[in-house]
Each structure stands twice: as structure tokens, then as C-alpha cells.
């Protein structure tokens, strides 16, 4: 039951959040739309036209893709820099449900709301390219979650990171470049990106949208290797950020910004 509260509290102070400073929420929206529209009118323009829809539909997924993982592992590292600016990340670490399980909640809870946001990016892309990609929702949910999971894993690593340098801003903006090179790449190209975190799903959500596969055409090794991806991170990022966590309370760096 408190799993359930805490969940609740979160979800609503990120809600609360995103509408209180409603211009930024906008401002963000329209900046990766933004984005996408220069990546449009560089295919439409500069692209070979025997291949323009097709670069155009992995242009549509990898862009929403990559707004998502900057979202979700990006996010948490600010959220810990803003709460040592407040002077209140020593209070999350006193809470009797500790700091990795708030840190948890609210990862799951932004997660949730950053979702509702993508789905309204997807629909605005695909109004405004005229590319309508294959959404099938019993294919790609459980593919997203296991990728959800190692997003989130990576999330933990870089809140453990943020725990004790607190200053990570220019970090978290090369984070942005680094995240762009492995959504785009495709692992036909790099078939060793397989066990990189939330590649094999960003790779396979692809050919759901694009090449129209059904659940029976994954293979069980696919959701084998994207499983393994999934716990190895999510365990390595916990594993992580609490051993970083034991650091900055051993040289009392929570209260100090």
C-alpha cells in the first residue's frame, strides 16, 4: 500500500508540475516537433525520392524514440541537480521509503505522463508527413515495457552520478547526442548494439511499425535478449546509484550543493 501511495503523490506532483509551468511543457513539445520538422524537410529535400516514405517512417520512430529516452534517463539526472538546489534531497534520503524508492516512483510517474505526450508527438508526425505507421498495440506494449525497464535502469546510473557531482548539466546535454546515435542506428549496421540498453527495442518496435510484424514473426530469442537487457540494466543501474548513494552519505555530500 505505500508502493501505491507514494506512486499516487508522485504522479500528481508531476502532473501538477508540467501544468503549473504549462509554457515549458509547451515550449518542450513544440521544440522536439521542431526538430522533427527540420529532419522532415531535410528528407524531403536532400533525400532520394524512391526512398523518401520509407526514411520517413524511420525518421517518424526514431524521433519519438529518442525524445522518450531523453525523457526518461535525462529527467531523473535533473530532478537529483533541482532537489540539491532546494536544499531538499537530504529530506528524500530521511523518508522512512528511502531515496531510491521515491527516485522509483517518480521515474514511473514520468514516465506515464511522457508517454501521453508521445502518443500526441506520434499522431502530430504522422498528420503532418502523411506516413500512417502500423500500431499494434498487443506487439508493441510488452516490447516497450522490457524497453522501459533498461530506460529506466540507465536512469538509475545517471541519479547516482548526479548524487555526488551534482553538476552534470554538461554531461546530461552530451547524453542528448549520445542517445540520438543509438536510437538511429539501425543494428543491421551495428550488430553489436544488440546488448546496449533499449537498442533490440527501439530496433523491433521498427519493424512492428514499419514492416507490419506480428507477434508470432519475434522470435523468442529476440525477447530473450531484450528480457536480458532489461533486468542486467535495471539491476546494474540500481546496483549503481545505491553504491553511489552509500558514497555521498559516507562524505556527507546531501546536504551540500
Given at each position: ?6 506512486l499516487?503523490?508522485?504522479v500528481?506532483k ?7 509551468y504549462?509554457?515549458?511543457?509547451i ?8 526538430i522533427?520538422?527540420g ?13 523518401q516514405d ?13 525524445f ?15 532537489e ?26 514520468s514516465?506515464?505522463?511522457y ?8 499522431v502530430?508526425t ?6 500512417w505507421?502500423?500500431?499494434d498495440v498487443?506487439?508493441?506494449l510488452?516490447?516497450?515495457?522490457l524497453?522501459?525497464v ?5 536512469g538509475?546510473?545517471?541519479a ?10 554538461a554531461?546530461?546535454?552530451?547524453l542528448?547526442?549520445?542517445?540520438a546515435?543509438l ?7 551495428a ?10 527495442g527501439v ?11 506480428s507477434?508470432?514473426?519475434?522470435s ?12 542486467f540494466?535495471?539491476?546494474?543501474g540500481l546496483g549503481?546509484?545505491l ?9 556527507g555530500l546531501?546536504?551540500h550543493?
Amino acid at each position: 500500500m505505500q508502493w501505491v501511495h507514494l506512486l499516487n503523490a508522485n504522479v500528481q506532483k508531476e502532473y501538477l508540475e508540467m501544468k503549473r509551468y504549462l509554457p515549458n511543457t509547451i515550449a518542450l513539445i513544440v521544440t522536439f516537433y521542431a526538430i522533427f520538422l527540420g529532419m522532415f524537410a531535410g528528407i524531403q529535400i536532400i533525400g532520394d525520392p524512391a526512398s523518401q516514405d520509407v526514411n520517413t517512417q524511420y525518421a517518424i520512430v526514431n524521433y519519438i524514440f529518442w525524445f522518450l529516452s531523453i525523457m526518461i534517463m535525462q529527467n531523473i539526472g535533473w530532478e537529483i541537480t533541482n532537489e540539491a538546489m532546494r536544499g531538499t534531497l537530504e529530506q528524500l534520503c530521511m523518508s522512512p521509503m528511502g531515496l531510491w524508492r521515491i527516485l522509483s516512483a517518480r521515474l514511473f510517474s514520468s514516465t506515464f505522463l511522457y508517454l501521453i505526450i508521445i502518443v500526441v508527438l506520434l499522431v502530430g508526425t504522422m498528420l503532418t508527413t502523411g506516413q500512417w505507421l502500423n500500431i499494434d498495440v498487443v506487439t508493441i506494449l510488452p516490447i516497450m515495457l522490457l524497453t522501459l525497464v533498461s530506460m529506466i535502469g540507465v536512469g538509475f546510473m545517471i541519479a547516482g552520478i548526479s548524487i555526488i557531482w551534482k553538476q552534470v548539466q554538461a554531461f546530461l546535454q552530451i547524453l542528448q547526442f549520445i542517445l540520438a546515435g543509438l536510437t538511429f542506428i539501425p543494428l543491421s549496421v551495428a550488430p553489436l548494439m544488440v546488448f546496449l540498453p533499449f537498442v533490440k527495442g527501439v530496433d523491433l518496435v521498427r519493424n512492428v511499425m514499419i514492416k507490419g510484424w506480428s507477434f508470432q514473426e519475434i522470435s523468442g530469442v529476440d525477447f530473450l535478449i531484450l528480457g536480458f537487457n532489461a533486468i542486467f540494466y535495471f539491476i546494474l543501474g540500481l546496483g549503481v546509484f545505491l553504491f553511489c548513494e552509500r558514497i555521498a552519505m559516507r562524505k556527507g555530500l546531501l546536504a551540500h550543493y
